[in-house]
Protein backbone atom coordinates (compact mmCIF):
# COMPACT_ATOMS: atom_id res chain seq x y z
CA UNK A 1 0.00 0.00 0.00
CA UNK A 2 1.91 3.60 -0.91
CA UNK A 3 1.64 6.37 1.38
CA UNK A 4 -0.63 7.96 -0.78
CA UNK A 5 -3.81 5.71 -0.74
CA UNK A 6 -2.56 4.87 3.25
CA UNK A 7 -3.45 8.46 3.57
CA UNK A 8 -6.68 7.82 1.57
CA UNK A 9 -7.88 5.50 3.82
CA UNK A 10 -6.93 8.05 6.18
CA UNK A 11 -4.73 4.38 7.99
CA UNK A 12 -2.05 7.20 8.92
CA UNK A 13 -2.06 10.49 9.79
CA UNK A 14 -1.53 13.46 7.83
CA UNK A 15 1.43 14.99 8.96
CA UNK A 16 3.01 11.30 9.18
CA UNK A 17 2.83 10.76 5.89
CA UNK A 18 4.00 14.16 4.85
CA UNK A 19 7.33 13.37 6.52
CA UNK A 20 7.47 10.01 5.16
CA UNK A 21 7.33 11.66 2.14
CA UNK A 22 9.76 14.20 2.01
CA UNK A 23 12.35 11.44 3.38
CA UNK A 24 11.31 9.41 0.98
CA UNK A 25 11.93 12.15 -1.74
CA UNK A 26 15.32 13.29 -0.26
CA UNK A 27 16.42 9.89 -0.05
CA UNK A 28 15.51 9.34 -4.04
CA UNK A 29 17.39 12.52 -4.86
CA UNK A 30 20.38 11.82 -3.19
CA UNK A 31 20.62 7.91 -4.71
CA UNK A 32 20.51 9.31 -7.92
CA UNK A 33 23.12 11.66 -7.20
CA UNK A 34 25.37 8.51 -5.90
CA UNK A 35 25.41 6.87 -9.38
CA UNK A 36 25.92 10.08 -12.04
CA UNK A 37 29.39 9.91 -12.37
CA UNK A 38 32.58 7.28 -11.64
CA UNK A 39 35.28 10.92 -11.28
CA UNK A 40 35.12 14.16 -10.74
CA UNK A 41 38.31 16.04 -11.24
CA UNK A 42 38.26 19.48 -9.57
CA UNK A 43 40.15 22.48 -8.65
CA UNK A 44 42.77 22.06 -11.52
CA UNK A 45 43.90 24.27 -14.26
CA UNK A 46 42.00 22.00 -17.27
CA UNK A 47 43.67 22.62 -20.47
CA UNK A 48 40.55 21.23 -23.08
CA UNK A 49 42.41 21.25 -25.82
CA UNK A 50 39.31 22.33 -27.98
CA UNK A 51 38.74 24.43 -30.71
CA UNK A 52 39.36 27.48 -28.68
CA UNK A 53 41.36 26.21 -26.22
CA UNK A 54 39.23 26.71 -23.55
CA UNK A 55 40.88 26.26 -19.86
CA UNK A 56 38.35 24.81 -17.45
CA UNK A 57 38.36 24.12 -13.61
CA UNK A 58 36.72 20.87 -13.26
CA UNK A 59 34.95 17.48 -15.32
CA UNK A 60 32.97 14.40 -14.79
CA UNK A 61 33.59 11.16 -15.94
CA UNK A 62 31.04 8.21 -16.26
CA UNK A 63 32.17 4.79 -18.26
CA UNK A 64 35.04 5.70 -19.35
CA UNK A 65 34.48 8.95 -20.85
CA UNK A 66 34.24 12.80 -20.18
CA UNK A 67 30.88 13.41 -19.12
CA UNK A 68 30.71 17.55 -18.37
CA UNK A 69 33.63 19.89 -18.27
CA UNK A 70 32.95 23.50 -16.25
CA UNK A 71 33.80 25.17 -13.08
CA UNK A 72 34.34 22.96 -9.44
CA UNK A 73 31.17 24.53 -8.14
CA UNK A 74 28.59 23.83 -10.96
CA UNK A 75 30.10 20.43 -11.40
CA UNK A 76 30.07 19.82 -7.37
CA UNK A 77 26.64 20.68 -7.30
CA UNK A 78 25.44 18.41 -10.41
CA UNK A 79 27.31 15.56 -9.86
CA UNK A 80 27.90 12.94 -6.96
CA UNK A 81 31.05 11.20 -8.03
CA UNK A 82 32.36 7.74 -6.98
CA UNK A 83 35.84 9.22 -6.40
CA UNK A 84 37.64 12.83 -6.63
CA UNK A 85 40.67 14.16 -7.46
CA UNK A 86 41.34 17.56 -6.46
CA UNK A 87 43.74 18.95 -8.53
CA UNK A 88 44.71 21.29 -5.78
CA UNK A 89 45.11 24.04 -8.81
CA UNK A 90 47.87 22.06 -10.98
CA UNK A 91 47.44 21.07 -14.64
CA UNK A 92 45.23 18.64 -16.43
CA UNK A 93 45.92 17.67 -19.87
CA UNK A 94 44.66 15.68 -22.43
CA UNK A 95 46.55 12.35 -22.42
CA UNK A 96 49.17 12.73 -24.51
CA UNK A 97 49.59 11.11 -28.03
CA UNK A 98 52.84 10.36 -29.47
CA UNK A 99 52.29 10.45 -33.47
CA UNK A 100 55.20 8.03 -34.26
CA UNK A 101 57.24 5.68 -32.00
CA UNK A 102 58.24 1.83 -32.38
CA UNK A 103 56.88 0.67 -28.68
CA UNK A 104 57.20 -3.03 -29.19
CA UNK A 105 60.59 -2.39 -30.48
CA UNK A 106 61.41 -0.16 -27.27
CA UNK A 107 60.11 -3.21 -25.17
CA UNK A 108 62.18 -5.60 -26.64
CA UNK A 109 65.35 -3.16 -26.26
CA UNK A 110 64.48 -2.84 -22.28
CA UNK A 111 65.56 -6.60 -22.83
CA UNK A 112 69.37 -5.92 -24.54
CA UNK A 113 71.77 -4.27 -23.46
CA UNK A 114 71.34 -0.02 -23.52
CA UNK A 115 74.47 1.52 -25.43
CA UNK A 116 72.80 4.93 -25.56
CA UNK A 117 74.71 7.92 -24.45
CA UNK A 118 78.24 5.83 -24.13
CA UNK A 119 80.71 8.55 -25.84
CA UNK A 120 83.26 6.04 -26.78
CA UNK A 121 84.15 2.45 -28.57
CA UNK A 122 85.95 0.86 -26.16
CA UNK A 123 83.29 1.96 -23.18
CA UNK A 124 80.55 -0.04 -25.34
CA UNK A 125 82.23 -3.09 -25.70
CA UNK A 126 82.71 -3.37 -22.01
CA UNK A 127 79.60 -2.37 -21.41
CA UNK A 128 78.23 -5.64 -24.08
CA UNK A 129 81.16 -7.92 -21.82
CA UNK A 130 79.00 -7.12 -19.13
CA UNK A 131 75.89 -8.05 -20.18
CA UNK A 132 77.11 -10.95 -22.05
CA UNK A 133 78.24 -12.10 -18.35
CA UNK A 134 75.04 -11.92 -17.03
CA UNK A 135 73.13 -13.09 -19.92
CA UNK A 136 74.86 -16.23 -20.81
CA UNK A 137 72.31 -17.61 -23.07
CA UNK A 138 71.89 -17.46 -26.61
CA UNK A 139 72.74 -14.04 -29.17
CA UNK A 140 74.12 -10.85 -27.64
CA UNK A 141 71.62 -8.20 -28.42
CA UNK A 142 72.87 -4.24 -27.82
CA UNK A 143 70.80 -1.14 -28.82
CA UNK A 144 71.21 2.81 -28.94
CA UNK A 145 75.15 3.18 -29.93
CA UNK A 146 75.75 6.26 -31.77
CA UNK A 147 79.30 7.28 -33.22
CA UNK A 148 78.13 11.29 -33.58
CA UNK A 149 78.93 11.02 -30.05
CA UNK A 150 82.27 9.80 -30.59
CA UNK A 151 85.85 11.75 -31.33
CA UNK A 152 86.37 10.17 -34.24
CA UNK A 153 82.60 10.33 -35.14
CA UNK A 154 83.95 7.19 -37.45
CA UNK A 155 81.88 3.67 -37.60
CA UNK A 156 83.43 0.97 -35.36
CA UNK A 157 84.99 -2.10 -36.69
CA UNK A 158 83.56 -5.47 -35.23
CA UNK A 159 87.61 -6.97 -34.26
CA UNK A 160 87.36 -6.35 -30.46
CA UNK A 161 83.89 -8.03 -30.70
CA UNK A 162 85.30 -11.00 -32.80
CA UNK A 163 88.20 -11.58 -29.70
CA UNK A 164 85.75 -11.44 -26.86
CA UNK A 165 83.07 -13.11 -28.61
CA UNK A 166 84.46 -15.84 -31.83
CA UNK A 167 81.88 -17.80 -31.44
CA UNK A 168 78.45 -16.26 -29.96
CA UNK A 169 76.59 -13.97 -32.35
CA UNK A 170 76.40 -10.19 -31.64
CA UNK A 171 74.43 -7.89 -33.04
CA UNK A 172 74.22 -4.37 -32.00
CA UNK A 173 72.05 -2.00 -33.46
CA UNK A 174 72.92 2.10 -33.89
CA UNK A 175 70.88 4.43 -32.44
CA UNK A 176 68.67 4.99 -35.25
CA UNK A 177 67.84 1.51 -36.25
CA UNK A 178 69.07 2.24 -39.65
CA UNK A 179 72.71 0.21 -39.05
CA UNK A 180 74.21 -2.11 -37.27
CA UNK A 181 77.54 -3.55 -36.25
CA UNK A 182 77.64 -7.61 -36.03
CA UNK A 183 80.74 -10.08 -35.27
CA UNK A 184 82.10 -12.24 -37.50
CA UNK A 185 79.98 -15.15 -35.73
CA UNK A 186 76.79 -13.48 -36.94
CA UNK A 187 77.76 -12.40 -40.42
CA UNK A 188 78.45 -16.21 -40.59
CA UNK A 189 75.45 -17.54 -39.86
CA UNK A 190 73.66 -15.23 -41.96
CA UNK A 191 76.40 -16.30 -44.61
CA UNK A 192 77.45 -12.25 -45.30
CA UNK A 193 81.10 -12.38 -47.37
CA UNK A 194 83.09 -9.11 -48.29
CA UNK A 195 81.81 -6.96 -51.23
CA UNK A 196 78.55 -8.75 -51.17
CA UNK A 197 75.97 -6.39 -52.67
CA UNK A 198 72.27 -5.47 -51.84
CA UNK A 199 69.60 -3.03 -53.23
CA UNK A 200 68.75 -0.55 -49.97
CA UNK A 201 71.34 -1.21 -48.40
CA UNK A 202 75.43 -1.19 -47.73
CA UNK A 203 77.47 -4.08 -46.41
CA UNK A 204 80.59 -1.92 -45.82
CA UNK A 205 84.04 -3.70 -46.69
CA UNK A 206 87.36 -2.40 -46.14
CA UNK A 207 90.13 -3.20 -47.78
CA UNK A 208 89.17 -6.48 -48.59
CA UNK A 209 87.43 -7.38 -45.47
CA UNK A 210 84.00 -6.98 -43.59
CA UNK A 211 84.20 -4.40 -40.90
CA UNK A 212 80.70 -5.80 -39.41
CA UNK A 213 79.05 -2.75 -40.30
CA UNK A 214 75.88 -2.88 -41.95
CA UNK A 215 73.53 -0.37 -43.15
CA UNK A 216 69.76 -0.51 -43.86
CA UNK A 217 68.51 -3.55 -45.74
CA UNK A 218 71.65 -5.05 -44.79
CA UNK A 219 70.82 -5.49 -41.69
CA UNK A 220 67.68 -7.28 -42.19
CA UNK A 221 70.31 -10.17 -43.18
CA UNK A 222 71.06 -10.56 -39.63
CA UNK A 223 68.00 -10.06 -37.87
CA UNK A 224 66.11 -12.72 -40.03
CA UNK A 225 68.37 -15.36 -38.54
CA UNK A 226 67.89 -14.38 -34.83
CA UNK A 227 65.58 -17.00 -33.06
CA UNK A 228 62.18 -15.50 -32.86
CA UNK A 229 61.16 -13.94 -29.06
CA UNK A 230 59.18 -15.84 -27.13
CA UNK A 231 55.38 -15.12 -26.29
CA UNK A 232 56.66 -14.59 -22.65
CA UNK A 233 59.29 -12.30 -24.25
CA UNK A 234 56.50 -10.46 -26.16
CA UNK A 235 54.02 -10.20 -23.50
CA UNK A 236 57.18 -8.76 -21.29
CA UNK A 237 57.99 -6.30 -24.06
CA UNK A 238 54.32 -4.79 -24.57
CA UNK A 239 53.76 -4.72 -20.59
CA UNK A 240 57.17 -3.02 -19.97
CA UNK A 241 56.96 -0.40 -22.73
CA UNK A 242 53.32 0.28 -21.27
CA UNK A 243 54.87 1.07 -17.72
CA UNK A 244 57.05 3.60 -19.04
CA UNK A 245 54.95 5.24 -21.15
CA UNK A 246 52.49 5.33 -18.33
CA UNK A 247 55.10 6.90 -16.31
CA UNK A 248 55.57 10.19 -18.54
CA UNK A 249 51.63 10.81 -19.54
CA UNK A 250 51.41 9.06 -22.69
CA UNK A 251 47.68 7.41 -23.07
CA UNK A 252 47.76 6.23 -26.94
CA UNK A 253 50.56 5.40 -29.36
CA UNK A 254 51.83 4.68 -33.24
CA UNK A 255 53.34 2.14 -33.25
CA UNK A 256 55.17 2.11 -36.62
CA UNK A 257 56.30 -0.85 -38.42
CA UNK A 258 55.26 -4.13 -37.09
CA UNK A 259 54.67 -7.67 -38.82
CA UNK A 260 51.13 -8.97 -38.27
CA UNK A 261 51.90 -11.91 -35.95
CA UNK A 262 51.72 -9.38 -32.96
CA UNK A 263 48.62 -8.32 -33.53
CA UNK A 264 46.96 -11.53 -32.14
CA UNK A 265 49.34 -10.76 -29.07
CA UNK A 266 48.26 -7.41 -28.42
CA UNK A 267 44.69 -8.34 -28.37
CA UNK A 268 44.78 -10.78 -25.94
CA UNK A 269 46.91 -8.87 -23.85
CA UNK A 270 43.96 -6.38 -24.30
CA UNK A 271 41.74 -8.57 -23.72
CA UNK A 272 42.75 -9.79 -20.79
CA UNK A 273 43.35 -6.33 -19.33
CA UNK A 274 46.65 -6.07 -19.10
CA UNK A 275 47.38 -3.83 -21.93
CA UNK A 276 45.48 -0.97 -21.29
CA UNK A 277 47.67 1.24 -23.71
CA UNK A 278 45.51 2.37 -27.16
CA UNK A 279 47.68 1.29 -29.88
CA UNK A 280 47.38 2.52 -33.46
CA UNK A 281 49.40 -0.03 -35.43
CA UNK A 282 51.35 0.54 -38.56
CA UNK A 283 51.96 -2.96 -40.71
CA UNK A 284 55.60 -3.03 -41.96
CA UNK A 285 55.70 -2.94 -45.91
CA UNK A 286 55.91 -6.50 -46.72
CA UNK A 287 53.69 -9.21 -48.70
CA UNK A 288 52.44 -11.50 -45.49
CA UNK A 289 51.15 -8.03 -43.89
CA UNK A 290 49.46 -6.61 -46.50
CA UNK A 291 47.44 -10.31 -47.19
CA UNK A 292 47.04 -9.78 -43.69
CA UNK A 293 45.28 -6.55 -43.97
CA UNK A 294 43.68 -6.83 -46.94
CA UNK A 295 41.90 -10.47 -45.84
CA UNK A 296 41.28 -9.57 -42.75
CA UNK A 297 40.00 -5.57 -42.90
CA UNK A 298 40.64 -2.61 -40.51
CA UNK A 299 40.55 -3.21 -36.89
CA UNK A 300 39.25 -0.12 -35.01
CA UNK A 301 38.53 -0.59 -31.56
CA UNK A 302 38.82 1.85 -28.28
CA UNK A 303 42.45 0.54 -27.55
CA UNK A 304 43.61 -0.58 -31.41
CA UNK A 305 43.14 0.84 -34.90
CA UNK A 306 45.05 -1.18 -37.52
CA UNK A 307 44.44 0.60 -40.86
CA UNK A 308 47.75 2.02 -42.09
CA UNK A 309 51.21 0.47 -43.83
CA UNK A 310 54.77 1.77 -43.07
CA UNK A 311 56.87 2.28 -46.27
CA UNK A 312 60.34 2.84 -46.06
CA UNK A 313 61.79 4.79 -48.54
CA UNK A 314 65.05 5.46 -47.35
CA UNK A 315 67.70 6.04 -44.61
CA UNK A 316 68.40 7.81 -42.01
CA UNK A 317 71.09 11.11 -41.72
CA UNK A 318 73.21 9.75 -39.08
CA UNK A 319 74.06 6.62 -40.95
CA UNK A 320 74.18 8.72 -44.21
CA UNK A 321 71.55 6.38 -45.67
CA UNK A 322 69.40 9.57 -45.92
CA UNK A 323 68.58 9.97 -50.17
CA UNK A 324 69.66 13.44 -50.85
CA UNK A 325 69.98 15.47 -54.11
CA UNK A 326 72.96 16.46 -53.94
CA UNK A 327 75.92 14.45 -52.54
CA UNK A 328 76.70 14.48 -48.66
CA UNK A 329 78.28 17.27 -47.83
CA UNK A 330 81.38 15.20 -45.43
CA UNK A 331 81.14 12.13 -48.18
CA UNK A 332 80.79 14.26 -51.51
CA UNK A 333 80.20 11.39 -54.00
CA UNK A 334 77.70 9.95 -51.64
CA UNK A 335 73.65 10.38 -52.17
CA UNK A 336 72.06 7.63 -50.21
CA UNK A 337 69.91 5.56 -51.31
CA UNK A 338 66.22 4.28 -51.55
CA UNK A 339 65.23 1.19 -49.49
CA UNK A 340 63.31 -0.55 -53.02
CA UNK A 341 62.85 0.75 -56.33
CA UNK A 342 60.54 3.77 -57.66
CA UNK A 343 58.33 1.52 -58.97
CA UNK A 344 57.27 -0.31 -55.84
CA UNK A 345 56.28 2.74 -54.01
CA UNK A 346 54.21 3.35 -57.44
CA UNK A 347 52.73 0.23 -56.71
CA UNK A 348 51.94 0.31 -53.15
CA UNK A 349 50.39 3.85 -53.29
CA UNK A 350 47.88 2.75 -56.13
CA UNK A 351 46.71 0.04 -54.05
CA UNK A 352 46.79 1.35 -50.62
CA UNK A 353 44.43 3.92 -52.37
CA UNK A 354 41.99 1.53 -54.64
CA UNK A 355 41.85 -0.61 -51.14
CA UNK A 356 41.36 2.26 -49.10
CA UNK A 357 44.06 1.97 -46.13
CA UNK A 358 46.18 5.15 -44.80
CA UNK A 359 49.78 4.69 -46.00
CA UNK A 360 52.87 6.44 -44.03
CA UNK A 361 55.97 6.66 -45.45
CA UNK A 362 59.35 7.03 -43.86
CA UNK A 363 61.60 9.36 -45.97
CA UNK A 364 64.25 11.82 -44.40
CA UNK A 365 66.48 12.77 -47.14
CA UNK A 366 64.97 15.61 -49.74
CA UNK A 367 64.95 13.13 -52.57
CA UNK A 368 62.82 10.78 -50.92
CA UNK A 369 60.74 12.77 -49.30
CA UNK A 370 60.53 14.63 -53.25
CA UNK A 371 59.79 11.34 -54.66
CA UNK A 372 56.78 10.57 -52.13
CA UNK A 373 55.43 13.77 -52.20
CA UNK A 374 55.06 13.13 -56.04
CA UNK A 375 53.89 9.53 -55.84
CA UNK A 376 51.33 10.49 -53.14
CA UNK A 377 50.03 13.36 -55.24
CA UNK A 378 49.20 11.61 -58.35
CA UNK A 379 47.63 9.35 -56.56
CA UNK A 380 45.39 11.37 -54.38
CA UNK A 381 45.01 14.32 -56.54
CA UNK A 382 44.97 17.64 -54.80
CA UNK A 383 42.83 18.08 -51.87
CA UNK A 384 41.55 14.95 -49.88
CA UNK A 385 41.06 13.56 -46.61
CA UNK A 386 42.55 10.55 -46.82
CA UNK A 387 45.62 11.81 -44.35
CA UNK A 388 48.46 9.93 -46.39
CA UNK A 389 51.51 10.93 -43.88
CA UNK A 390 55.35 11.27 -44.70
CA UNK A 391 57.17 10.33 -41.58
CA UNK A 392 59.89 12.64 -40.14
CA UNK A 393 59.66 15.04 -43.18
CA UNK A 394 63.25 15.72 -42.25
CA UNK A 395 64.97 17.77 -45.10
CA UNK A 396 62.63 19.06 -47.14
CA UNK A 397 63.80 20.96 -50.78
CA UNK A 398 62.46 24.79 -50.58
CA UNK A 399 60.19 23.65 -53.87
CA UNK A 400 58.70 20.61 -52.45
CA UNK A 401 56.91 22.34 -49.51
CA UNK A 402 53.92 23.51 -51.30
CA UNK A 403 53.16 19.59 -52.13
CA UNK A 404 51.86 18.50 -48.92
CA UNK A 405 49.15 21.37 -48.79
CA UNK A 406 48.39 21.04 -52.25
CA UNK A 407 47.38 17.64 -51.43
CA UNK A 408 46.59 17.85 -47.87
CA UNK A 409 49.42 15.30 -47.46
CA UNK A 410 50.36 15.18 -43.47
CA UNK A 411 53.80 15.70 -42.11
CA UNK A 412 54.39 13.70 -39.05
CA UNK A 413 57.50 14.90 -37.36
CA UNK A 414 59.97 14.46 -34.15
CA UNK A 415 60.93 17.21 -32.47
CA UNK A 416 63.73 16.05 -30.69
CA UNK A 417 65.12 14.66 -33.31
CA UNK A 418 66.44 18.56 -34.66
CA UNK A 419 68.14 19.16 -31.15
CA UNK A 420 69.82 15.62 -31.39
CA UNK A 421 70.92 16.35 -34.95
CA UNK A 422 72.24 19.40 -34.55
CA UNK A 423 75.53 18.79 -33.78
CA UNK A 424 76.59 16.91 -36.68
CA UNK A 425 73.42 17.84 -39.18
CA UNK A 426 75.23 20.46 -40.85
CA UNK A 427 78.47 18.60 -41.67
CA UNK A 428 76.34 16.07 -43.43
CA UNK A 429 74.29 19.17 -45.32
CA UNK A 430 75.76 22.02 -45.40
CA UNK A 431 74.73 25.74 -44.51
CA UNK A 432 72.08 25.85 -47.12
CA UNK A 433 70.05 22.57 -47.00
CA UNK A 434 69.95 22.54 -43.37
CA UNK A 435 67.95 25.82 -43.61
CA UNK A 436 64.93 23.55 -44.82
CA UNK A 437 65.56 20.42 -42.57
CA UNK A 438 63.54 20.38 -39.35
CA UNK A 439 61.52 22.99 -40.79
CA UNK A 440 58.09 22.39 -38.38
CA UNK A 441 56.63 25.77 -38.60
CA UNK A 442 57.17 25.60 -42.24
CA UNK A 443 56.04 22.38 -42.20
CA UNK A 444 52.99 23.12 -39.76
CA UNK A 445 51.92 26.21 -42.78
CA UNK A 446 51.19 23.55 -45.24
CA UNK A 447 47.56 22.07 -43.76
CA UNK A 448 47.33 23.89 -40.50
CA UNK A 449 48.32 21.30 -38.16
CA UNK A 450 50.77 19.10 -37.28
CA UNK A 451 51.34 15.54 -35.47
CA UNK A 452 54.04 15.77 -33.21
CA UNK A 453 56.12 12.17 -31.84
CA UNK A 454 59.25 11.18 -30.47
CA UNK A 455 60.43 8.51 -32.11
CA UNK A 456 61.57 6.26 -29.26
CA UNK A 457 63.61 4.19 -29.05
CA UNK A 458 65.75 6.50 -31.15
CA UNK A 459 64.69 9.05 -28.87
CA UNK A 460 63.37 9.65 -25.02
CA UNK A 461 60.04 8.75 -24.58
CA UNK A 462 59.02 11.66 -22.81
CA UNK A 463 56.40 13.46 -24.53
CA UNK A 464 57.47 16.59 -22.41
CA UNK A 465 60.78 16.68 -23.78
CA UNK A 466 59.06 16.73 -27.38
CA UNK A 467 57.21 19.93 -26.35
CA UNK A 468 60.45 21.77 -24.94
CA UNK A 469 62.65 20.70 -27.85
CA UNK A 470 59.38 21.83 -29.94
CA UNK A 471 59.43 25.31 -28.50
CA UNK A 472 62.95 26.09 -27.63
CA UNK A 473 64.94 24.03 -30.25
CA UNK A 474 67.29 23.27 -27.21
CA UNK A 475 68.68 20.24 -26.24
CA UNK A 476 68.59 19.59 -22.20
CA UNK A 477 71.79 20.91 -21.65
CA UNK A 478 70.01 24.14 -23.08
CA UNK A 479 72.02 24.29 -26.01
CA UNK A 480 72.31 26.61 -28.24
CA UNK A 481 71.57 29.25 -25.99
CA UNK A 482 68.99 31.29 -28.82
CA UNK A 483 67.66 27.81 -29.62
CA UNK A 484 68.18 25.77 -33.49
CA UNK A 485 66.55 27.98 -36.35
CA UNK A 486 64.24 29.12 -33.63
CA UNK A 487 62.33 30.16 -36.66
CA UNK A 488 61.01 26.86 -37.12
CA UNK A 489 60.19 26.78 -33.34
CA UNK A 490 56.00 26.16 -32.62
CA UNK A 491 54.53 27.90 -29.82
CA UNK A 492 53.22 26.14 -26.96
CA UNK A 493 49.38 25.98 -28.10
CA UNK A 494 50.63 24.04 -31.03
CA UNK A 495 52.88 22.22 -29.61
CA UNK A 496 50.24 20.63 -27.32
CA UNK A 497 47.82 20.21 -30.28
CA UNK A 498 50.69 18.43 -31.86
CA UNK A 499 50.77 15.88 -28.88
CA UNK A 500 47.41 15.65 -28.60
CA UNK A 501 44.12 16.33 -30.56
CA UNK A 502 46.73 16.45 -33.57
CA UNK A 503 48.60 13.68 -32.86
CA UNK A 504 44.95 12.17 -32.72
CA UNK A 505 43.76 13.71 -36.27
CA UNK A 506 46.43 11.71 -37.92
CA UNK A 507 45.06 8.71 -36.81
CA UNK A 508 41.53 9.53 -37.74
CA UNK A 509 40.87 9.46 -34.04
CA UNK A 510 40.26 12.94 -33.41
CA UNK A 511 36.84 12.35 -32.72
CA UNK A 512 37.14 10.01 -29.50
CA UNK A 513 40.30 11.50 -27.93
CA UNK A 514 42.60 14.17 -27.90
CA UNK A 515 41.07 16.74 -26.21
CA UNK A 516 39.10 16.94 -22.59
CA UNK A 517 35.59 17.66 -24.09
CA UNK A 518 32.08 15.50 -23.11
CA UNK A 519 31.72 12.20 -25.01
CA UNK A 520 35.34 11.71 -25.27
CA UNK A 521 37.36 8.96 -23.65
CA UNK A 522 38.47 10.34 -20.43
CA UNK A 523 42.56 9.97 -20.85
CA UNK A 524 43.84 12.90 -18.88
CA UNK A 525 47.44 13.82 -17.04
CA UNK A 526 48.13 16.00 -14.10
CA UNK A 527 51.78 17.80 -13.96
CA UNK A 528 53.22 18.98 -11.15
CA UNK A 529 53.83 22.29 -13.45
CA UNK A 530 51.94 23.82 -16.22
CA UNK A 531 53.07 23.73 -19.54
CA UNK A 532 51.96 26.44 -20.62
CA UNK A 533 53.36 28.67 -18.03
CA UNK A 534 56.54 27.45 -16.54
CA UNK A 535 60.15 29.33 -18.05
CA UNK A 536 61.01 27.79 -21.00
CA UNK A 537 64.48 26.63 -19.27
CA UNK A 538 62.61 24.82 -16.87
CA UNK A 539 60.06 22.34 -18.89
CA UNK A 540 62.35 19.78 -19.32
CA UNK A 541 61.96 19.33 -15.40
CA UNK A 542 58.00 18.90 -15.36
CA UNK A 543 57.20 15.63 -14.12
CA UNK A 544 53.68 13.89 -14.63
CA UNK A 545 51.89 13.11 -11.60
CA UNK A 546 48.92 10.96 -12.34
CA UNK A 547 47.71 9.09 -15.32
CA UNK A 548 44.19 8.32 -16.47
CA UNK A 549 43.11 5.67 -19.13
CA UNK A 550 39.01 5.20 -19.47
CA UNK A 551 38.77 7.12 -16.20
CA UNK A 552 41.27 4.98 -14.36
CA UNK A 553 44.31 5.79 -12.98
CA UNK A 554 47.37 3.42 -14.90
CA UNK A 555 50.05 5.38 -13.04
CA UNK A 556 50.57 8.33 -10.02
CA UNK A 557 54.10 9.17 -8.79
Not at 21 to 45: G, H, I, P, Q, T
Not at 250 to 271: E, W
Amino acid sequence: MTITSALKHKFIPIKTACALMLLLSVFSCRRKKEFNADLLVKNARVYTVNKQFAVAEAFAVKDGKILAVGKTADLEKNYLAKEVLDAAGKSVFPGFIDAHTHFYRYGMDLQSVDLKGIDNWAALVDSVKHFAEANTEGWVIGNGWDQNLWKSKQFPNKQQLDVLFPERPVLLTRVDGHAAIANQAALNIASIKPNQKIDGGEIETVKGKLTGILVDNAVNLITHKIPAATDEQTNNAFLHAQQNCFAVGLTSVADCGLDYPLISNIRQLQNRGDLKMRLFVMLSDSPQNLDYLFKNGAIKTPRLNVSSVKVYADGALGSRGACLLKPYTDQPKWNGFLRSPKQHFQDIAKLLADKGFQMCTHAIGDSANRMMLKIYASVLKGKNDRRWRIEHAQIIDPADFKLFGENNIIPSVQPTHATSDMGWAVQRLGKTRIKTAYAYRQLLQQNGWLPLGTDFPVENISPIYTFYAAVERKDLKGFPEGGFQKENALTREQAIRGMTIWAAKANFQENDRGSIEPGKLADFVLLDQDLMQVKGSGLPKVKVLQTYINGENVYKR
